[in-house]
């Protein structure tokens, strides 16, 4: 915990630990089983309460409804966005709440097996300030109805229980008086009969109307925030945010800056009776490409794809591309709920919920349900799959949704299956048919403090651009997607801003003050001058940002000896993946792991530089507690006398 969170616990009693958007709110995927299925998502269901949203995506049907399942509600009765019935209670005690996610206790619509059924589930637990529910018996009159948001609600959707009526939808962006209907793609609704005044931090205000208060029937209120800024490790951060934005009908739509980057998008246009309620989140799809995947909530057809249309997250927010009226029609008028992405700091994990080493079809792999390619235990967001007998490395980050770029090569991005990461666990398939069962991944989650992706636009003139490390990067890796420019290292322990290296070659160091504009990156931003490498026209690029996290990983540099020499990362247990580069010379790019061996004898050797097969018949390094040798055979790539070295490892 940082010493600002602990004064300001201290100044306010010490109220509690800091809350992260990811103690609150979870995408888990998985597929139907027709049996008891835990879904361990990290939600505290058992303790705090709140909703288990589930959607059926595909399989042998073609069209299935949404259900929704809330703890004030109980463990058998559910209910449909996409239509207007009653609570269904088909299937006692179908659903347990856990404290660590949910249980699927049948089969049922939310767990279905008879045809490769897939499903998604949003989970949003009860906290001040993110989303709360409440129940209520109507009394057909004016009345408030309390709730315990702890601030001034952003949306409230509200659902009879009883009856079979319209769910009903406020918005702050549409305000008082007006209303949208869940379970259609109709217009806003002007009247005041359901939301006769705005809710406040306290009430929800209603009056007589069938579908939110009528005299008898029972009702559920799913309540959710907008920037309450009280999450965070200095709890000063929102994590939702409900507004609105026009379209101009350009396929360079506006952009929506929220102050932070989402990782569930909810939107509707709400001046036409034509769009549906669209749902957009990261672990299904919802990549910079903009091959986007949408599940809409008043519909009970399947998951659609989208093309070169809809949100894309950027670092503070998220951007419309395309012309389609359902995101981005010329002057129509649009609400969306927007939702965090993860942002717990990387001191909040282990190091193996941050960095996973496997081989294809490992038994760990092969054995969830279903079978993936590898096993990570975590949402993988970055995937260096190397070849063991030669081909090289592919690079595949979330954000681009699969497509990969080569490190050895200046070459373009190359398009690839995205389902891939649609595993909270590891990696599916859906890659090369070159890829063979000696291929090796490593892979990476995103983590404040840790490791970052950005993705971004060049213009070829300076330009700041946003990233949410939260630390100044002690390593930078820029490569332009869409060109074939090289791979642009930068290190802190270069000392100044103008040193880099090219991660597709064995060069030197070169000295290019245009890159980053002779500017040093900072904890929130990079600034990039004018080239090509970092900053093309019009160009796609991406940036990957790596930092020291004590115990976890480690960037730094030393000075060669041509003995023996400890490396201290600050490990217990020694590095399970290793990193060097000369800098003073040439050398290649050697990269080591613990799971093909770091060992006391040979330990095989990839070159990241290179497509050649791994080398297994040296021993360049040497396990050591709390980091790494490199021995006194290594050769001047590795431990020259007076050489000196950049390296980057993990624990």
């Known amino acids: 915990m940082s010493t600002k969170k602990k004064l300001l616990e201290a100044a306010a009693g010490?109220?509690?630990?800091?809350?992260?958007?990811?103690?609150?709110?979870?995408t888990y995927l998985y597929d139907g089983n027709g049996s008891t299925q835990t879904i361990t998502n990290s939600i505290d269901l058992a303790g705090e309460g709140g909703l288990v949203w589930t959607r059926w995506r595909s399989g042998y049907y073609t069209s299935r409804d949404h259900n929704l399942w809330d703890t004030e509600r109980g463990t058998t009765g559910y209910l449909n966005t996409n239509n207007t019935a009653a609570e269904k209670t088909s299937y006692t005690n179908a659903i347990t709440y856990n404290s660590n996610g949910f249980t699927l206790n049948?089969?049922?619509?939310?767990?279905?097996?008879?045809?490769?059924?897939?499903?998604?589930?949003?989970?949003?637990?009860?906290?001040a300030g993110f989303f709360d529910v409440v129940t209520y018996?109507?009394?057909g009159a004016a009345r408030t109805l309390p709730h315990n948001l702890g601030s001034v609600p952003g949306a409230v959707f509200i659902k009879s229980t009883s009856n079979s009526e319209n769910w009903v939808v406020f918005h702050r962006s549409a305000g008082a008086g007006k209303f949208l209907i869940l379970n259609e793609n109709y217009a806003e609704v002007?009247?005041?009969?359901?939301?006769?005044?705005?809710?406040?931090?306290?009430?929800?205000?209603?009056?007589?109307?069938?579908?939110?208060?009528?005299?008898?029937?029972?009702?559920?209120?799913?309540?959710?925030?907008?920037?309450?800024?009280?999450?965070?490790?200095?709890?000063?951060?929102?994590?939702?945010?409900?507004?609105?934005?026009?379209?101009?009908?350009?396929?360079?739509?506006?952009?929506?800056d929220l102050g932070f980057e989402p990782q569930w998008v909810m939107w509707?246009?709400?001046?036409?009776?034509?769009e549906s309620w669209h749902i957009r989140d990261v672990m299904r799809g919802m990549p910079v490409t903009a091959s986007g995947k949408d599940i809409y909530a008043d519909r009970s057809a399947a998951e659609g794809s989208t093309t070169n249309e809809g949100p894309i997250p950027?670092?503070?927010?998220?951007?419309?591309?395309?012309?389609?009226?359902?995101?981005?029609?010329?002057?129509?008028?649009?609400?969306?709920?927007?939702?965090?992405?993860?942002?717990?700091?990387?001191?909040?994990?282990?190091?193996?919920?941050?960095?996973?080493?496997?081989?294809?079809?490992?038994?760990?792999?092969?054995?969830?349900?279903?079978p993936l390619n590898y096993y990570s235990g975590f949402p993988v967001d970055l995937d260096?799959?190397?070849?063991?007998?030669?081909?090289?490395?592919?690079?595949?980050?979330?954000?681009?949704?699969?497509?990969?770029?080569?490190?050895?090569?200046?070459?373009?991005?190359?398009?690839?299956?995205s389902a891939k990461f649609e595993s909270?666990?590891?990696?599916?398939?859906?890659?090369?048919?070159?890829?063979?069962?000696?291929?090796?991944?490593?892979?990476?989650?995103?983590?404040?403090?840790?490791?970052?992706?950005?993705?971004?636009?060049?213009?070829?003139?300076?330009?700041?651009?946003?990233?949410?490390?939260?630390?100044?990067?002690?390593?930078?890796?820029?490569?332009?997607?869409?060109?074939?420019?090289?791979?642009?290292?930068?290190?802190?322990?270069?000392?100044?801003?103008?040193?880099?290296?090219?991660?597709?070659?064995?060069?030197?160091?070169?000295?290019?003050?245009?890159?980053?504009?002779?500017?040093?990156?900072?904890?929130?931003?990079?600034?990039?001058?004018?080239?090509?490498?970092?900053?093309?026209?019009?160009?796609?690029?991406?940036?990957?940002?790596?930092?020291?996290?004590?115990?976890?990983?480690?960037?730094?540099?030393?000075?060669?000896?041509?003995?023996?020499?400890?490396?201290?990362?600050?490990?217990?247990?020694?590095?399970?993946?290793?990193?060097?580069?000369?800098?003073?010379?040439?050398?290649?790019?050697?990269?080591w792991d613990s799971v093909r061996g770091i060992v006391a004898g040979n330990d095989p050797y990839l070159l990241l530089n290179s497509t050649a097969a791994e080398v297994t018949s040296t021993d360049y390094i040497d396990p050591l507690s709390s980091g790494f040798t490199v021995t006194s055979s290594a050769p001047t790539g590795l431990n020259a006398s007076s050489g000196t070295y950049i390296f980057y490892a993990t624990a």
Not at 116 to 127: I, L, P
Not at 268 to 274: A, C, I, L, V
Request: net charge negative.
């Open 14 to 26: 010490n109220a509690g630990e800091a809350v992260y958007v990811d103690d609150v709110f979870s």
């Open 106 to 127: 049948n089969q049922f619509p939310s767990n279905m097996s008879f045809g490769s059924e897939t499903f998604a589930s949003w989970t949003f637990r009860k906290q």
């Open 137 to 139: 018996t109507g009394n």
């Open 190 to 256: 002007t009247s005041s009969a359901v939301f006769p005044s705005a809710p406040d931090s306290a009430n929800i205000y209603l009056d007589d109307d069938i579908r939110s208060n009528s005299n008898g029937y029972t009702y559920v209120a799913y309540i959710f925030a907008h920037d309450a800024q009280n999450f965070g490790t200095d709890s000063d951060e929102s994590i939702i945010k409900c507004g609105s934005y026009t379209g101009n009908g350009n396929s360079d739509g506006p952009t929506i």
């Open 268 to 274: 509707k246009r709400t001046d036409s009776g034509t």
């Open 314 to 370: 950027t670092a503070n927010g998220f951007k419309l591309v395309g012309t389609n009226t359902n995101g981005n029609a010329s002057g129509g008028t649009y609400i969306y709920i927007a939702i965090r992405r993860p942002h717990k700091p990387a001191e909040e994990f282990a190091a193996t919920d941050l960095f996973a080493i496997d081989t294809r079809f490992s038994p760990e792999a092969q054995a969830q349900t279903p």
């Open 384 to 417: 260096i799959n190397s070849r063991l007998t030669s081909g090289g490395h592919y690079v595949y980050p979330r954000l681009t949704g699969g497509s990969f770029l080569k490190t050895e090569t200046a070459d373009a991005e190359v398009a690839s299956p």
């Open 424 to 591: 909270n666990v590891g990696l599916f398939p859906g890659f090369t048919n070159s890829e063979d069962t000696t291929t090796q991944s490593f892979m990476w989650r995103r983590a404040p403090g840790y490791f970052d992706v950005v993705c971004y636009e060049g213009t070829y003139s300076t330009q700041t651009i946003n990233h949410n490390l939260g630390v100044k990067p002690e390593a930078l890796l820029i490569k332009q997607r869409t060109g074939a420019t090289g791979w642009i290292w930068w290190f802190d322990a270069f000392g100044d801003n103008q040193t880099f290296m090219r991660g597709d070659l064995g060069n030197a160091t070169i000295t290019n003050a245009s890159y980053l504009n002779n500017t040093a990156p900072t904890d929130t931003q990079i600034t990039l001058g004018a080239h090509n490498n970092t900053n093309a026209a019009g160009g796609d690029l991406i940036a990957y940002l790596f930092a020291t996290v004590p115990g976890i990983s480690k960037v730094g540099s030393y000075t060669g000896t041509g003995a023996d020499l400890n490396v201290d990362c600050g490990f217990s247990a020694g590095a399970r993946f290793v990193l060097i580069k000369r800098t003073d010379s040439t050398g290649d790019w050697y990269v």
